[in-house]
């Protein structure tokens, strides 16, 4: 149903349709047709079942993908690379915008929605090729337009 939703109804723009849940908040769901900003004509998968070649392929040369996690480690997250503690349940949906192959310990860039108060402004770090860490290569997807 879900993907079915978003190819009917189209993309707002992240200024339009701010995060505005945390602190305490639930949040608001306020769709404005006019604020629509793309809309897309279907999804396909960019990795699965911890194909993390297949994820870090995908985001290379597709751009930035949706992707699912265990987020149950992420709270208290300030920065440096999350490298421990995350299991496999997955229970949030985030963005992979890219990776860093060149640092000392390799990591997905990972953009939150819980506001650039929180990581490293609104980012986190997860470690690249560590047994599909949060499950980041599980679920992820990107959308044709």
Known sequence: MYPQYIESAGLESAAAYPYTAGNGNT???EYNANDVVAKISGWR???QNGDESALQ???ATVGPLSICVDASSWQFYTGGVLSTNCGQQLD???QLVGYDRSASTPHYI???SWTAQWGI???IYVEMNANDL???ANDATY???
């Open 45 to 47: 998968y960019a990795a």
């Open 121 to 123: 402004n609104g980012y």
């Open 110 to 112: 990972i953009r939150n």
């Open 27 to 29: 949040g608001n769901c």
């Open 92 to 94: 949030h949906c985030v």
């Open 134 to 136: 949060c499950g980041v």
């Open 143 to 145: 959308v044709t337009i």
């Open 57 to 59: 392929a995908n985001v």
